[in-house]
């Protein structure tokens, strides 16, 4: 079926006047005596109010505070922008760790180590934690855990996506028969935005931030910030 779309306001905005903000204004006044505007935010068809004023002076105000509204708004995306795009990308440096807090009833924690880097894209896979010890009796179903550098989890099955230890990797069980291949390393490829001037990683759901690291003594291992973790039974 074609459908077909019809611009109601086109005779309007070609009326208005373009602001330099970009945003498109039209002033008349009716027959009964009232003053009208409408106006266009920058490429909308349909406009954002369009308001009957019982003077001059009342929708020069609105309009007024509307253009101020629109300028503010638009200076605080672009400071976020510039906030996003400015800080230390050395910081995600391949080695460096990210993690996610994430779960509904339980909170799940899961990190992610950097293995390669490309300006502000970054490479990583999945690692392992560990219970920080005296924390985990606390709480019978909780804990708190920090990252393993270099600790990832080994590839799966390329056949069957399960890990090595699969009971069918071993037994017989008709179509499911088959000889363990590890696939490729699953990776991750995700784009570096900044918060605070530190590098971090924003999905739909949530933000990956980066591990901190307390303390790293010459020559020894470095000591990870560790995360709450909670589960059920």
């Not at 708190?144 to 080994?154: G, L, M, N, Q, S």
């Not at 995700?190 to 990683?201: E, N």
Request: net charge positive.
């Amino acid at each position: 079926m074609l459908r077909v779309s019809y611009d109601m306001w086109a005779s309007e905005r070609e009326r208005a006047e373009l602001l330099p903000n970009g945003l498109r204004i039209l002033r008349e006044m009716r027959q009964d005596g009232k003053a009208i505007a409408r106006a266009w935010k920058p490429k909308a068809i349909k406009p954002m109010f369009a308001h009957a004023f019982r003077s001059i002076e009342e929708r020069e105000a609105y309009i007024a505070r509307t253009i101020k509204a629109h300028d503010e708004q638009q200076a605080y995306k672009a400071a976020r922008r510039a906030e996003l795009a400015t800080g230390n990308l050395s910081l995600a440096d391949p080695g460096a760790i990210f993690y996610y807090s994430w779960g509904y009833d339980q909170t799940n924690v899961d990190y992610f180590q950097v293995v390669a880097r490309r300006g502000h894209l970054a490479t990583l896979r999945k690692i392992q934690c560990e219970s920080v010890g005296g924390a985990e009796g606390f709480s019978s179903m909780s804990d708190y855990v920090r990252p393993i550098k270099d600790a990832f989890f080994p590839p799966p099955c390329e056949t069957c996506g399960k890990s090595e230890g699969a009971v069918w990797h071993e037994s017989t069980c008709g179509s499911y028969e088959h000889r363990f291949v590890a696939a490729p390393p699953p990776v991750l490829k995700k784009r570096l935005q900044f918060h605070g001037g530190k590098p971090c990683i924003r999905f739909d759901n949530g933000l990956w931030s980066l591990v901190e690291i307390l303390e790293s003594p010459d020559g020894e291992k470095a000591v990870y910030k560790s995360h709450y973790r909670s589960w059920y039974a």
